[in-house]
């Protein structure tokens, strides 16, 4: 932390009213170790927000200019607030989307395959309100983008993990296992039971036959869905290819009903 330095003041603010927004390099002539950053509040504009001091990034933490170096990654761009996420708490600011924070993070989940209990979607309503574009208008255009980017993630979180199969194939891919959706099934056993289902649907004579084979196509893919959550947990990840790939199946089954229905 840069808990130094002031008194300067008089030269320094007035090139800081300058350059407002911009990111000012203090010369290093103006350091003086024993002045102390908390005074800064009375000679420095508000709207400045970050300063590049010898190399550091500084940043205004509340009204007082600290170094961000340390806290710079997951940290707020704008005021530095070490928790800042998606949306700042402290500032409002809107955050860059960060790759590295994964779609159960988003959501504040433990990365896991069985979320069923959890209330996704009042975390998803509360970060879209957020993120509105209604009320993100009033903001800087660099801060409506990264709104618009956090957005589109935020529905790609909540579709991915309210849909079991996406959330299934989802979590193996965090998991570095290559999951290839249009794989060319030469599992005999499964193909045998694809076309039977198929048969059956062909020949299903009204709305209420259709609506019993999709019970039973519904039965399978949650079984299937249990054999992928066994799978996953001992690490059986050919096991848990071989679930997902049933779970396809028949939610390709269950759409082709759903057609014809
Ligand atoms: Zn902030």
């Known amino acids: 932390m840069w808990m130094r330095k002031l008194r300067i003041l008089t030269p320094f603010s007035q090139k800081l009213l300058f350059t407002k927004r911009e990111t000012i390099t203090i010369s290093s002539s103006y350091c003086k170790p024993e002045f102390d950053f908390h005074t800064v509040e009375q000679f420095f504009p508000q709207y400045i927000r970050r300063v590049n001091f010898r190399g550091n990034n500084l940043g205004f933490c509340g009204r007082s200019l600290f170094s961000c170096e340390a806290a710079q990654r997951n940290s707020c761009w704008n005021c530095c607030n070490a928790k800042a996420f998606l949306v700042c708490t402290d500032c409002g600011c809107v955050q860059p989307v960060d790759h590295s924070v994964d779609y159960f993070k988003i959501f504040g989940l433990e990365k896991k395959y069985g979320i069923e209990g ?24 660099k801060e409506r983008e990264y709104a618009a980017e956090q957005s589109a993630r935020v529905i790609d ?8 199969l996406s959330r299934a194939i989802y979590i193996l891919k965090l998991e570095d296992v290559h999951v290839d959706e249009e794989e060319k099934i030469d599992d005999v056993e499964l193909l045998t039971e694809m076309l039977e289902i198929r048969e059956t649907v062909d020949e299903a004579a009204d709305s209420q036959a259709l609506k019993q084979i999709q019970e039973q196509i519904q039965g399978k893919f949650e079984q299937s869905s249990i054999s992928f959550a ?21 939610k390709r089954a269950n759409e082709e009903i759903v057609k014809k229905l």
């Open 118 to 141: 959890e209330n996704l979607e009042r975390t998803y309503k509360d970060w879209q309100r957020k993120l509105h574009p209604d009320l993100v208008h009033t903001k800087s255009q």
């Open 157 to 164: 979180a909540y579709r991915t993990l309210t849909d079991p």
């Open 230 to 250: 066994d799978a996953l947990q001992s690490r059986k990840y050919i096991e848990a290819l071989a679930a997902i790939r049933r779970m396809t199946y028949y």
